[in-house]
């Protein structure tokens, strides 16, 4: 079975609305054509690379072919797993979580997007915390990475809710213009010290940890629960 060679087919994150985990073919063609309808205001850009800025079709097949691009480069050193968003079985927008040298850095970053009918619902903090704790319960991060550009004052909230703390800033240039980006850093302690009784439950991560750079299929996970 293809799960066989690539289990990360089989890991699933659940909280008490979402399911996080890879799409199907189907399910990617789902996501493709819901970010065709929009992420975000056309008179702003969230992104450092303004992908959503294309035309709806080549958007949609923009998602499709860099959902495949992190899959194909995929190594254990350097990683991005891209989620896709199911709330009560219906698509709403992918989360991810990469990390380049996890196995010494312990360090993970994090990025995701929603479609626009579905924003507004407290969906984006729900997600975050999910791959969240994947990173520090499931694989023993020290430390979590996020960004958000200084108009984008949402997402700056979800990441303020969830704990993390100012890092700096870095200036890019996007849509030909000088814009701020704020970055922001979440310790393991600040997630332990913030974070509510846990309602993230994972499944499947054993067989996934050498993909993540970590050793074997162990009987725990570096928190004590079992996979």
Request: overall charge negative; proline content about 7%; hydrophobic content about 40%.
């Amino acid at each position: 079975m293809l799960i066989d060679h690539w289990p990360l087919l089989g890991l699933r994150l659940t909280t008490p609305r979402l399911e996080l985990r890879l799409p199907s073919g189907e399910e990617l063609a789902e996501l493709a054509d819901l970010a065709a309808e929009g992420v975000h205001d056309p008179d702003r850009m969230p992104f450092s690379v303004p992908w959503s800025d294309l035309p709806p079709r080549e958007r949609a097949r923009s998602v499709v072919q860099h959902h495949w691009l992190r899959l194909g480069n995929w190594t254990p050193d350097d990683w991005a797993l891209n989620l896709t968003v199911f709330e009560h079985g219906r698509i709403v927008g992918q989360q991810s979580i990469a990390a380049r040298d996890f196995a010494t850095l312990r360090e993970v970053d994090t990025g995701s997007w929603i479609g626009l009918r579905h924003q507004g619902r407290g969906t984006g903090t729900e997600m975050r915390a999910a791959v969240l704790h994947l990173a520090f319960a499931g694989l023993g991060a020290a430390e979590a990475t996020s960004a958000a550009f200084a108009d984008n004052p949402s997402s700056y909230r979800v990441s303020g809710k969830l704990g993390y703390e100012p890092d700096g800033i870095q200036r890019l240039t996007v849509r030909g213009r000088p814009t701020v980006m704020r970055r922001l850093r979440l310790s393991r302690a600040r997630w332990e010290e913030q974070r509510q009784e846990a309602n993230v439950s994972i499944e499947g991560l054993s067989a996934c940890l050498p993909l993540l750079g970590l050793p074997g299929e162990p009987d725990e996970l570096p928190d004590g629960t079992t996979a």
